[in-house]
T-cell receptor, first 112, second 115 residues
Framework: DQQVKQNSPSLSVQEGRISILNCDYT??????FLWYKKYPAEGPTFLIS?????DKNEDGRFTVFLNKSAKHLSLHIVPSQPGDSAVYFC???????????FGTGTSLTVIP | EAGVAQSPRYKIIEKRQSVAFWCNPI?????LYWYQQILGQGPKLLIQ????????DSQLPKDRFSAERLKGVDSTLKIQPAKLEDSAVYLC?????????????FGQGTRLTVV
């Protein structure tokens, strides 16, 4: 039972343009969300998080938006750079929960 | 600050053999996770420790998988006997979180191939 879904396995974007990666979840108890970035042969690295008391969190070129009513979050990367090419995972947990539930990932390719 | 260390990086074994993976978390991190990532899927939690106690092992196939975290620091994950479907990357992660999850920091993983 996949509680966190990333329906786009891949995305290609031109350098300098915006990348938008989407994530949907089914468990309404989830209240903390994270994005991880993964390069080949490396472990995932934490990118940005958001709690359910917010609907937006920014960190430099990365912004995460949360729409609780739609159970949807998105990661915006502006401007996209070739070094952003990686697999991006979203993850979620609930208050008092002990684990993160990961999506299946979206492979982003930024074309120079 | 040193990251999460895992070894070995790669392992190839035959089915029915046993294998063990080692993880050294970030110093001071109370919570340690073992995840299994099958190709094309997201990481799936196998077991979570808080200090040296097990918090969640509901998705650990206990007939063949075992894990321990001695003294609340290093951890080992063992598979015995291995099956073909155990081929995956095994990721160890650690986090500060005691009361609730905070971001976890991952090691590079061990890629296991069972032939």
């Amino acid at each position: 039972d996949q509680q966190v879904k990333q329906n786009s396995p891949s995305l290609s974007v031109q350098e300098g343009r915006i990348s938008i990666l989407n994530c949907d979840y089914t468990n309404s108890m989830f209240d903390y969300f994270l994005w991880y970035k993964k390069y080949p042969a490396e472990g995932p690295t934490f990118l940005i998080s958001i709690s359910s008391i917010k609907d937006k969190n920014e960190d430099g070129r990365f912004t995460v938006f949360l729409n609780k009513s739609a159970k949807h979050l998105s990661l915006h990367i502006v401007p996209s750079q070739p070094g952003d090419s990686a697999v991006y995972f979203c993850a979620a947990s609930d208050l008092g929960g002990n684990q993160f539930y990961f999506g299946t990932g979206t492979s982003l390719t930024v074309i120079p | 600050e040193a990251g999460v260390a895992q070894s070995p990086r790669y392992k190839i074994i035959e089915k029915r053999q046993s294998v063990a993976f080692w993880c050294n978390p970030i110093s001071g991190h109370a919570t340690l996770y073992w995840y299994q990532q099958i190709l094309g899927q997201g990481p799936k939690l196998l077991i979570q420790f808080q200090n040296n106690g097990v918090v969640d092992d509901s998705q650990l196939p206990k007939d063949r998988f075992s894990a321990e975290r001695l003294k609340g620091v290093d951890s080992t994950l063992k598979i015995q006997p291995a099956k073909l479907e155990d081929s995956a990357v095994y990721l160890c992660a650690s986090s500060l979180g005691l009361v609730r999850p905070t971001e976890a920091f991952f090691g590079q993983g061990t890629r296991l191939t069972v032939v």
